[in-house]
């Protein structure tokens, strides 16, 4: 199994060292070892058709260099040519989400597909943008495209819509899709914080980037909403047809104390809720019952689908890490490249 | 507003029209955010088909006369325009592809294609210098397309979103765009055209996606009638009319759109004017959802329009051994199809003893060929008969839905004119009724019909 892999971050890295450390069951459960014959991050790639050696590509990040300076692999090469150019089963796509540029990560995600390679993406901004467009590409080229870790991570968020929409009619998501968000909200709940100094925290704990505004501003829940909303579309044979624009997005930046406050003497807390109704798709801080499965603790991540028939159904789990989205990653490849198509 | 303005080949006819449709754009621009589209200026696809089939054969000669005559077409025209800079390379380009073929006497549906796909790029090249815009091909605007070249289907969603992509943030630029109808790529970049309904095709997928208030089709008439003017004098400019009508009316070869150029924008309800280049200041006639307000042709008349379809031959296969065997018709069909046969009309008596297919006349050798060879391979006693010298008439109306006794008033009509109907039929959609008569017989039939409903000016 030949990965060419898109970013060596947090994910990209976790990834490695999953391959290398369980090298052996996973040989088994895709039926052949998978070995990394490329792999890229923003300043150039290391190319081996026989396989990478995961430790020196760690060990060269760990230094602070890039993978350019491999020796003998390393080179210039950039992520869209590994793609076209490097002959492999699946390209994983892990560089930064960027709503307002999705462009280079949707020509990596369009490049594999027309190449012939099965597609695994983490970055969740192609397919908020694109999605009716990735996945008709996927069509098109007979191509698995899966992106299970997009919203969730580990947690099943959107394998668990795809199947209840296929049982029953979902009426209903109330969603805390973002961790950051929920851990700043959190702490002002428990400490009386105000925003900006739960933030800081956030921040100092390494659960907020330094600049937090796609958390924030709603942006990365919204963006996880568009992709479950079409997911769930599409599981049940409808058009996928929600756009990001469509999306009302709020955030919780600058939350005032007082507000936390209040609520917490009614029994509710605040949460940064994402929902699709019958209203449409919106995300905001919205107040949950102290008692609701949707009032988590720290950077846990919930979602409650209402079902036409089944009543309720929540899912919580964690919602990012290195390792937890490394796990959708292996999962999704295990699915692409075993012939479930298109997920 | 947010207008695309298709202009055909009758349009960009030569240096005159085409400053005239610059000064049309120009105008549009003032009040509106426009998107230009343009075909290949008039004859030249022909052409270039032309000279692709005799690089194809190897027959130099016509290679050089043809090329001599697009050069020189385009060269005169670009001299006027001042657009000698842009046209020189892209004919000089052109050349070398022909040659290319000439020198392998091999010509496949991508080469083509890519012959082809200069028709749409001169004349935008010359629309644009002259409008002082940038000349964007199909797929610079994002269309892309599967590989079947000649006829190719885009892929919608990813046209759709990298239509958006590409145009949405010229639309309020100061530079103007044009952009080639017709011409398209694959998902590789690979020169692609766009077959029926070409740019036509092309302005209502940039209306759809760009969700443009009104796709405008320009051509030299104002508008569709509801018959053809040179037979029924008395013939009326049909205002409005549904999605449903014109691609009725389409099938029937009427001064319409081809159905399949009308998809885009009836799926995403985006409301398609026909109008003349000539007459920039007269509505035209709407398609949209909605069949518009009363009067002679408008909304409540049962029957809008009365096309003909004409040089037609009505083939009949009969034969004892047809009765009760399935399969029959998609064995016909079948056959038709690999020879490219494109069948207007059919109809099957109860009996089942035949079925009788309308085809064109320039078709009918090779529909008979194709019968005979697939009937006689399976050993089946059937006869092919044809008849030539046939036309179809056509009532069109959505109003025809539901409405009891269309039928009887048409073919009342019709025998009052002592017409005789060689063959009925009507469309599962009930949107029209079509009956073969002698072509000698066609004008009387459309009158006759055009006039039992009223539809006179
Ligand atoms: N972290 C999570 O828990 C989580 C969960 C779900 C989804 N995701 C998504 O997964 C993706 C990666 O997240 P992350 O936390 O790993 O981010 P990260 O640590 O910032 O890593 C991003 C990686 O992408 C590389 N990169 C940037 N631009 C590139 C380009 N044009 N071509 C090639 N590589 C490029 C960076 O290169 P350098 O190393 O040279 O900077 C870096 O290696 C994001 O889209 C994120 O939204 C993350």
Known sequence: ?343 | MRIIMKFGGTSVADADRIRHVVSIIKAERARHQVVPVVSALDGVTEMLLDVADAAAKGDELAVETLLTQIRDKHLACAYALGAHDQVRPLIERLETLVHGVLALEELTPRSTDAIVAFGERLSCAMVAHTLGGVAMDGREAGIVTDDHFTEADPLMDLSMFQVREALTPLLDGNKPMVVTGFVAANQHGVTSTLGRGGSDYTATILGAALKADEIWIYSDVDGLMSADPRIVSAACLLSHLTFAEAVEMGKFGAKSMHPRALEPAAAHRVPVRMRSTFKPDHPGTLISESSGPAGPGGAGSVVRSVPMLKNLVMLTIGGASMVGRPGSAAEIFGALATQRVNVHMICQSVSEAGISLVINQNQADKARAALDGALRSRHLERTVELVGGVCVVAAVGAGMKGTPGVAAKIFSAIANAKVNVIAIAQGSSELSISIVVRAEDGPKAVAAIHDAFALSA
């Open chain 1, 1 to 343: 199994m030949r990965i060419v892999l898109l970013g060596f971050g947090t994910v990209g890295q976790a990834l490695a060292r999953m391959l290398r450390e369980q090298r052996e069951t996973l040989a088994a459960r895709l039926g052949t070892p998978p070995r990394l014959v490329a792999v890229t991050d923003s300043r150039g790639s290391a190319i081996d058709p026989h396989g990478l050696n995961e430790a020196a590509l760690l060990a060269a990040k760990a230094e602070g260099r890039g993978l350019a300076s491999l020796p003998g692999i390393g080179g210039s090469a950039s992520s869209l040519r590994v793609v076209l150019s490097t002959p492999a089963d699946v390209v994983v796509e892990t560089t930064p989400s960027n709503l307002a540029m999705p462009r280079p990560a949707l020509d990596h995600l369009l490049g594999a597909m027309r190449t012939g390679k099965h597609v695994v993406s983490v970055n969740k901004a192609p397919l908020a943008v694109a999605m009716p467009a990735l996945l008709e590409a996927a069509r098109h080229n007979r191509i698995g495209l899966a992106y299970s870790g997009t919203v969730g991570a580990a947690t099943p968020f959107l394998h668990a819509a795809g199947r209840l929409a296929v049982g029953d009619r979902i009426v209903k998501v109330r969603a805390i899709l973002n961790g950051t968000t929920n851990f700043i909200l959190h702490r002002m709940f428990e400490t009386d914080e105000p925003f900006n100094a739960a933030l800081a925290e956030a921040v100092r704990l390494g659960y907020a980037e330094t600049d937090p505004s796609n958390d924030i501003d709603g942006i990365d829940t919204a963006m996880k909403l568009v992709i479950m909303a079409n997911h769930a579309a599409r599981s049940s044979g409808r058009p996928a047809g929600v756009a990001y624009r469509d999306v009302r997005v709020g955030g919780i930046r600058g939350l005032a104390i007082q507000r936390v406050r209040e609520a917490k003497a009614a029994g509710k807390a605040i949460k940064l809720i994402a929902t699709i109704d019958e209203a449409g798709v919106r995300v905001g801080p919205e107040e949950v019952d102290v008692t609701s499965p949707l009032n988590t603790p720290r950077n846990v991540n919930a979602c409650t689908f209402s079902m036409a028939q089944a009543g309720e159904v929540t899912l919580v789990g964690r919602g990012a890490g290195g390792a937890e989205t490394a796990t959708a990653i292996v999962r999704d490849i295990i699915e692409v490249t075993t012939g479930a198509r298109v997920s």
